[in-house]
Nanobody, 131 residues
């Protein structure tokens, strides 16, 4: 089992920045990928950024490429998401997720952020961007 706890959400104006963090505990050595997902009211959950924990390769949804940066701090078992140039469309609940199968890397390389492939989830942190 892997436990995930997100922090760092908040409210900002368009163009602003936020940094999200996800603290992982438990059997973290069993994970192959970690990712950030978001869900806006009335919309499906979508992946925005992911990382292959074994080699550090990162992957992004096209809508956040160049604005968001995902990183991992192995010494602290933490996954971070630096969000810049935020837009109102970035508003939503942001979730940290972890996958325990090496196949997750294959999916991420194809920019296939499939929620069903991530069995471990945090409780989410709200991000609100006003225009």
């Amino acid at each position: 089992q892997v436990q995930l706890v997100e922090s760092g959400g908040g409210s900002v104006q368009a163009g602003g920045s936020l940094r999200l963090s996800c603290a992982a505990s438990g059997n973290t050595y069993s994970t192959y990928c970690m990712a950030w997902f978001r869900q806006a009211p009335g919309k499906e959950r979508e992946g925005v950024a992911g990382i292959s924990t074994r080699d550090g390769r990162t992957y992004y949804h096209a809508s956040v490429q160049g604005r968001f940066t995902v990183s991992q701090d192995n010494s602290k078992n933490t996954l971070n998401l630096e969000m810049n140039s935020l837009e109102p469309e970035d508003t939503g609940m942001y979730y940290c997720a972890a996958a325990a199968s090496p196949m997750c890397g294959v999916l991420l390389r194809a920019r296939d952020f499939r929620p069903a492939f991530f069995p471990y989830w945090g409780q989410g942190t709200q991000v609100t961007v006003s225009s």
